[in-house]
Antibody
Framework: HLLEVGGALVKPGGSLRVTCEVS????????MSWIRQTPGRGLEWVSH????????NYAESVKGRFTVSRDNRGNSLYLQMDSLRSDDTATYFC??????????????WGQGTVVTVSS | SYVLSQPLSESVAPGKTARITCGGD??????VHWYQRKPGQAPVLVIS???DRPSGIPERFSGSNSGSMATLVIRRVEAGDEADYFC???????????FGGGTKLTVL
């Protein structure tokens, strides 16, 4: 089970941290990703973190502004969002990121948390 | 960066077959995964590795992938299949996960 919390209304230029609380599987054994969806736009992968937190990567649209991290003892995934812009307004999902044979995909998703960036 | 193209919408009558396409450069050399998203709900993986159905997904759902096009096929469409469908691949050059723009399936 994945539960995103922390979505809010934030002013442009502001910061926000959203959290994904994980239960039901061994969190420390799996890579995780953040994915967002905006009204009228499709799904956009935002960021990935390896199971031990040693490796991260980001979409170009958020690189340098967003930071993904995890607490394997607390079974939590985080997304720190800084320098927020109006086009960051979206529903943010966390998802279990499965490493397969020459691929990655998402086999479990949370319900999402809404982030609105507006003055 | 790698780009996936999907039609914005498809319509199908109940009981018929829906085909949702996902185009990309040499997509046949990649593994394609498909997700279903209904309003207010979490996305659900319906097909992985081009044509594998996760546990709990009806046999009516299948997929194919060759050349420059992957296709999600939904047979004997039901009203409950009405949703947005997204294809997704992994771009090994950037280590980025890439989604198609999504197709809204309407059941007439």
């Amino acid at each position: 089970h994945l539960l995103e919390v922390g979505g809010a209304l934030v002013k442009p230029g502001g910061s926000l941290r959203v959290t994904c609380e994980v239960s039901g599987f061994s969190f420390k054994d799996y890579d995780m990703s953040w994915i967002r969806q905006t009204p009228g736009r499709g799904l956009e992968w935002v960021s990935h973190i390896s199971n031990k937190g040693e490796s991260t990567n980001y979409a170009e649209s958020v690189k340098g502004r967003f930071t993904v991290s995890r607490d394997n003892r607390g079974n939590s995934l985080y997304l720190q969002m800084d320098s927020l812009r109006s086009d960051d307004t979206a529903t943010y999902f966390c998802a279990r990121d499965r490493r397969g044979s020459g691929t990655h995909f998402f086999d479990h998703w949370g319900q999402g948390t809404v982030v609105t960036v507006s003055s | 960066s790698y780009v996936l193209s999907q039609p914005l919408s498809e319509s199908v009558a109940p009981g018929k077959t829906a085909r949702i396409t996902c185009g990309g450069d040499d997509i046949g050399s990649k593994s394609v995964h498909w997700y279903q998203r209904k309003p207010g709900q979490a996305p659900v993986l319906v097909i992985s590795y081009d044509n594998d159905r996760p546990s709990g997904i009806p046999e009516r759902f299948s997929g194919s992938n060759s050349g420059s096009m992957a296709t999600l096929v939904i047979r004997r469409v039901e009203a409950g299949d009405e949703a947005d469908y997204f294809c997704q691949v992994w771009d090994r050059n950037t280590d980025h996960r890439v989604f198609g723009g999504g197709t809204k399936l309407t059941v007439l």
